[in-house]
Structures are given as C-alpha cells and as structure tokens.
C-alpha cells in the first residue's frame, strides 16, 4: 500500500513564482525524501530529511518536516522552466527497510 | 561515466513471450532495486539486493525472476508476459539498504501486445 501521498496532483504556475508541494504519510519514519522525474526519465533524488529534523535546505529547495502530523513540504523557489517535472515523496515505511514512494505531483512552471 | 544503466531502453513484446531487462551500476553500492512505474505514475518496489542476497521480494508474480550475478548487476527475467505486465521497470541502487539516497537508471519502457 502506499505510504506517502502528494498533494496537491498537479501544479501550474509561472516562472518566477514559488511552487509548494506537500506530502502526507501513515506510519512512523527515519527519514523521508523527495525526488524528481522528469518526462522519459528516472527519478532523481533530491533532498533527504531525517525524522529529528525540522526543515532542510538544497539551493532553491526548501524541504519542512512535521512528524506530529506526520507531513512533509517541498518549496521550491523563484521556479523556472526546467523545474517542470514530477516530484515524489518518499518513506523508509512502517519497518525502514524500503523506500515507499507517494503518487507525486505534477510541476508545470509556464515561461 | 553513467551511473546506473539499463537495457534495453524500450521493449515491445507479445503476450505469452519471456523477457530480460538489464541493469548495472558504476557506483559501488551494495544494494540494487527494481521498481515498477504504471501509467499513474504510481512507483512500486519489487525487489531489493543486498550485495547479490535478495532481501526484499514484494508480491509479485512468480513469473518475475530476478537474478544478481554481483553486486553490481542486477537483471530482471520475465517469463509469459502479460498484457498488465506493460509499464516502465526502473533499476535503482544505493549505499546501503534504506538511509541513503536512490539513483536510478532511466527505465525500459515494456509494451506487451
């Protein structure tokens, strides 16, 4: 079953803005990641947070955790066209011994 | 210099016929995965090596076969292909079982008609 779902499905908005992506999951985690897969390709990761952490930070990438709520944020910043992707959540689940991913949210950044 | 790489990129195949999909990696991670991605997109894990010893082997149909010749290969045979079977299977690897990041191959796109 899944672990993590993305909300919201998909994502429209113009270059320059900022883009939000969030992300709900069910059980207990060491850690939790966010991916991004653009059109034809494998995913790639792009930010790890641990469960004793609160908010993380990659370049344009802002990454909150909030385990009493068991979710996760991505922000992504001052968003270009080649941010145009999806991007994944994804959990260590239940046991920490594989990596769950959610259904991801679809980023159209318009030029 | 690819990190992670799979073969054959697409694969269009009938109902009933076996197939392979190969997968290597240049990093010398101990833990190789296969996914399944459908036409959701939804990303599924299948199966997981841990230094050519199967560790995570999902519910999968037995007509999946994975095989891990060493550490850094890890194939995937299917046999009497099935019409459901058609999805992208990506190959991914990682330092060590859960804790560090994937990195993927880019897929192989499988058709069964």
């Known amino acids: 079953s899944q672990q993590g779902e993305e909300d919201p499905q998909a994502l429209s908005i113009q270059e320059g803005e900022n883009a939000t992506m969030n992300c709900s999951y069910k059980t207990s985690i060491n850690n939790l990641q966010w991916y991004r897969q653009n059109s034809g390709r494998g995913l790639v990761h792009l930010i790890l947070?641990?469960?004793?952490?609160r908010e993380k930070h990659s370049g344009r990438l802002r990454v909150t955790l909030d385990t009493s709520k068991k979710s996760s944020s991505l922000l992504i910043t001052a968003s270009r066209a080649a941010d145009t992707a999806s991007y994944f959540c994804?959990?260590?689940?239940?046991?920490?011994?594989?990596?769950?991913f959610g259904a991801g949210t679809i980023l159209r950044v318009k030029s | 210099d690819t990190a992670v790489s799979q073969t054959p990129k697409y694969l269009v195949t009938q109902m009933g016929n076996d197939k392979s999909i190969k997968c290597e990696q240049n990093l010398g991670h101990d833990t190789m995965y296969w996914y399944k991605q459908d036409s959701k997109k939804f990303l599924k894990i299948m199966f997981s090596?841990?230094?050519?010893?199967?560790?995570i082997n999902e519910t999968v149909p037995n007509r999946f076969s994975p095989k891990s010749p060493d550490k850094a290969h890890l194939n995937l045979h299917i046999n009497s292909l099935e019409l459901g079977d058609s999805a992208v299977y990506f190959c991914?690897?990682?330092?060590?079982?859960?804790?560090?990041?994937?990195?993927f191959g880019n897929g192989t796109r499988l058709t069964v008609t």
């Open positions: 991914a690897s990682s330092q060590d079982r859960v804790y560090s990041p994937l990195h």
């Open positions: 947070i641990r469960s004793n952490e």
């Open positions: 090596y841990n230094n050519k010893e199967l560790i």
């Open positions: 994804a959990t260590d689940g239940k046991y920490g011994n594989k990596l769950v």
